[in-house]
């Protein structure tokens, strides 16, 4: 049975209607096509020398977008539940953030210690590591401690950088310490920068720099793009990617 051209126009109206008012709301994360770029770009960084193949790129790429759909518990209703520690959310303090990182490196290290590689696993690993960066006050609380110093800015560091080397950053880690959090998720104040708050609102509250449309949308991506060139160095056992997050979150990755 054919539909009427009104009818199906009404449809396609709804449904885009429905989707812009759900999908901000629902996807605590860059957007998917955010992660997909940022991924790819943070693979842009990798040398084509290094050994890591064709198949390797498309499945790190696609783990870290599918994360939205198979641990963002949006899609399809009823599905998988929500899991924040894949988002960063909801890690008010210091130590919790520190605790998710932990939680992740405990992830890399039964993901490198598989028999067969796994590179779709650990492109969620990558979700996470880039979902830090827009769901925490991280990149705000480095431009306040460089401004408050009359320095000028330049790029973010990674925080493992900065946890690895703090003489490098002398009076970061305090900050960092005492002010770290992440947004709370779903909201619990719309009105509070604790939460994570709309993604395409530009003049909402929230701490989130999901689309280009928030504050320092563009520090983020680029702080992320740099963490997950990190951490694919990490997938390949690049020995100084190792001792970097072994000294930042103080684990053993690999048996001694």
């Excluded at 989707?19 to 901000?24: K, Q």
């Excluded at 842009?44 to 518990?73: C, Q």
Aim: glycine share 6%; net charge neutral.
């Amino acid at each position: 049975m054919k539909t009427a051209p009104g009818t199906a126009a009404r449809c396609f109206a709804i449904t885009i209607l429905v989707l812009a008012i759900l999908l901000p709301q629902r996807l605590s994360a860059f957007l998917m096509g955010g992660h997909k770029s940022i991924t790819t770009r943070a693979l842009e960084r990798i040398p084509r020398t290094a050994r890591l193949a064709d198949w390797e790129r498309r499945s790190l790429i696609e783990g870290s977008v599918d994360t939205d759909l198979s641990e963002g518990g949006w899609w399809p209703p009823g599905g998988a539940p929500y899991e924040p520690r894949f988002h960063f959310d909801s890690k008010l303090d210091y130590p919790a953030v520190r605790r998710n990182f932990q939680d992740l490196m405990r992830l890399v290290r039964e993901n490198l210690a598989k028999v067969e590689k796994d590179p779709h696993e650990f492109g969620k690993i990558l979700h996470a590591v880039e979902d830090f960066y827009s769901h925490s006050n991280y990149v705000t609380l480095y431009r306040q401690f460089r401004t408050d110093r009359n320095l000028m800015v330049g790029d973010i560091p990674i925080i493992e950088d900065v946890l690895s080397s703090p003489d490098q950053y002398p009076g970061f880690q305090v900050v960092l310490e005492a002010s770290l959090r992440t947004g709370w998720y779903p909201d619990h104040n719309p009105t509070s920068d604790t939460d994570h708050g709309s993604t395409v609102n530009p003049y909402g509250q929230g701490i989130n720099k999901d689309t280009f449309l928030r504050h320092f949308n563009k520090d983020a991506r680029v702080t992320a793009e740099a963490a997950a060139a990190r951490y694919v160095k990490l997938y390949l056992k690049d020995p100084g990617a190792v001792q970097r997050c072994a000294d930042a979150w103080q684990v053993r990755l690999f048996p001694q």
